[in-house]
């Protein structure tokens, strides 16, 4: 089943892995769900079932004009658990973006079917910078990322997106090359319209209202290094928000830990599922 069709008709590309217990996958922005290879075939070949899907617009699935609103792919969530059976004793969790799937999922579909969460560098619960948010970063900042993206979309990615999301700079090298390659090779299969579309999303899409509806043990890794989505204004945030949150903090690593940090990642994963 590598596609499944969403109520508004688009194809959504699914990745099913393994038997067991199932855990759900969101991927971050802007990369696809072969960002959570590593970790998907440690849950397989630890007894669960790992399923990874490409949000609408990006990877493999189809990319429509509308429907890259939290409501929609909150919606889009809920009809891959439903097409995958994945319907009961679900985790589902969320790296970056795909934070806000979850949090989203769990107040406009209340949970159905999940029994953890987790929210792995994630946006959760709110980016723009407000009164009431005052460490929020500035809408100049997304306006700064819609512009790069409009005037040269590859250069943006390579030279300036993808080395900051995995801390690299002029001293420090944490990946290779290869995988700033890898990681721009997977934004640019994204449409032009919904990279753009999605970055208003989770720029703008207060979750703060969600937390409540997140009942159920809820996992929060992110790195104090994190300079995509820095700490104080999310994970911090989102742990107090949610009665049944464990955060764990991976000191100074950047936002795209799940390649710098992989290894310890897929190890708390693993500890939090019980596997």
Known sequence: MPYIKT???TDIYVKDWGQGRPV??????PLNADSWDAQAMALANAGFRAIAYDRRGFGRSGQPWTGYDYDTLADDLADVIAATGATSDATIVGFSMGGGEVA????RHGGKGVIAAGLIASVVPYM????????????????????????????FFRQKFTP?????????HPVSDDVLDWSTSMALMAGLKSTIACVKAFGHTDFRPDLPAITVPTLIIHGTGDQTVPIDTSARAAAMGIA?????????????LNVTHGDRLTKDLLTFLGG
């Open 7 to 9: 109520r508004d008709g």
């Open 24 to 29: 759900i996958l969101m991927h971050g922005w």
């Open 104 to 107: 989203r999922y769990m107040s």
């Open 128 to 155: 723009l910078k407000t009164k009431d948010n005052p460490n929020g970063a500035p809408e100049s900042t997304f306006q700064q990322m819609i512009e790069g993206i409009k005037a040269d979309r590859p250069a």
């Open 164 to 172: 900051q999301f995995y801390g690299q700079g002029y001293l420090k």
């Open 244 to 256: 049944k949150a464990q955060l764990v903090e991976y000191d100074g690593a950047p936002h795209g």
